[in-house]
């Protein structure tokens, strides 16, 4: 395991730059990120070139043997630049442009935007091209969604539909426009989402798109970097640093032409008492991972207390910054960065903590820190390990954009359910993979697929062959109900899966913060929630029926037997037991083995090559928790970590 610093030498006096990078050895830093946002010291006028002082401090980590992994400093056009061009700058919502002061003030789309880019990047490369100490490339930070409302972006729209529609007449169909007479008999009448009213009035088809092509930008945004960079240097190793955000770009297609996946990850620092909340950042790892499916790096790593445009959050606990970057590694992640190396004295981030407080007086996380160095020295020998998993949870991009615009019921989230999936499987000490929906599936013995709103027919086959093979499938509510266009389907729910569920659904009823009562043939009964599926049976058998409401009696989780596999249908959304009943019957159905009596929040996943295999055994809780693994006795402390 490698760990590094995110670090600003731009923030700091020169002074400190040795006594850090010297500190950093000390402590077994291996690497730092650099210059991600200091595009005005790098070009102070235009075209006006200054690397001196970033030399100084790649040479002063070169000599301690600290690798560097290099920013792109797209995110933050300097003042002149905005200046000359204020066409850089992206317009909010009310066509107006956006106020600079803050980060990410410009425009993915603006050609001149991409003019000055494209410089910056190719003066960077071009001068760091021979450096032995820059090993990697970041692209850019936390690319989001490029949701603008420029000239620019309106002009790509419009092209974007007409490749994609080549008529209007085609189009109107598609987004049935006729409703409340919004057929477009023009192109140019075609608008962005403007604000000032609530998106969901907006047509649900035309914002499907709408959320498609910003995405599409970040993706062409990133190879765009990617191509300058590796013109000059062809083996440059390239990534972007990305996270869950609210205008998530697609990351399937965003990492497809990058080198490997980098995430920022800030776990919870408040653990709630509730067992039903799921805080675990154990699920965003392993989607991270499934993106390309292989290992990847923590870009940015949790150090200290966060805060800064909010109130600031309790200090990570004793344990949470060695454990969470461990949780990492166990995960996939070979690389993992810790934001920030100090705390800064300046600037909107002064109360994001980094390892070492505003005093620059090494305290407690610095000490554990050091220890997670010394660890991370052992767990070298299992870098480039693979996580094998025999269970896979789908995520598919567009269905998380499409129920976005429309949420179902109050309380659902689709995130939540990939979510309870997820833990139903991991909690039983199994490795998980959240996959894309163009993964292949095939090597997997279980995949489950909540609420696959939006249809697309490769997937529908994949499952369906999948079935056929001898895999399980897991199916629930929600899936099945839009086109590729997001418009609903007319057939009965779930549609184009009814045949591998062997049910249908005669009505449904969602029911939002209420409950009720789900009841399996063996008695055990579960709280259902949000929704309620009324299903009638084909080919299926019922596992379960409510016990609850008008439909008291009626299927609610079914099973039906396709080809060689098996497929459960589950109508409701419920509390995290029903989906770990579902998950024991279908590791036992697969004769997969799994940790049946694993105490909660105890998590164990196994990393293995050809010589063997490592289990990494993680008590992710604030209590001590005493257990038993395959007849060895195990004692960790809160966060702490075990690998046998
Ligand atoms: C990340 C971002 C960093 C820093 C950090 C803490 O999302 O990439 O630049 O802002 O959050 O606030
Ligand atoms: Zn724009």
Redesign the pocket.
Known sequence: MRIGV?YYPEHWDESLWEQDAELMKKTGVRLVRLA??AWCRLEPSDGDFDFSWLDKAIDIFSEKGIEVVLGTPTNCPPRWLCEAHPEILPAGDNAEINPIGIRGHRCLNSPVFRRYAERIVRQMAEHYRDSSTVTAWQID??LEANICYCESCNKKHIEWLKGKYGTLEELNRAYGNVVWSGEYSAWEQIDPPYGGYNRAWLNPAYMLDYRRRTAEDVTEFAAFQADIIRSVIPDAKITT?T?FCSEMPDFYKLFEGLDFVSY?N?PTTIIPNEPEDIYTHAVHLDLMRGIKQQSFWIM?QLSGA?G?WMPMQKTPRPGMIKGYALQAFAHGADTVVH?RWRTANIGA?MH?HGLIDHSNVPGRRFEEFADLCREAENLTQYIGTELDSKIAVLYSVESEYALGLQPQTEGFSYMEQIKLMHQAFARFGVNVDIIGESADISKYRIVCVPALYVVHEDTVKKLCKFAENGGTVILTARSGVKDEHNNCIMQQLPTVYAELAGCHVSEYDPIGWGTGKVLFTDGESFTCKQWCDIIETDTARVLAQYDSDFYAGSPAVTLNLYGKGEVYYLGTFGERRLYEKLARSALDEQGIEYFPDLPMNVEVTTRSSEGGSVRFVFNNSKKEQSFNINGEEICLRPFEMKYI
């Open positions: 995110d991600e946002f930070n936390e640093n996270w920022d800030y940015e966060m800064c934001f981030e994001w």
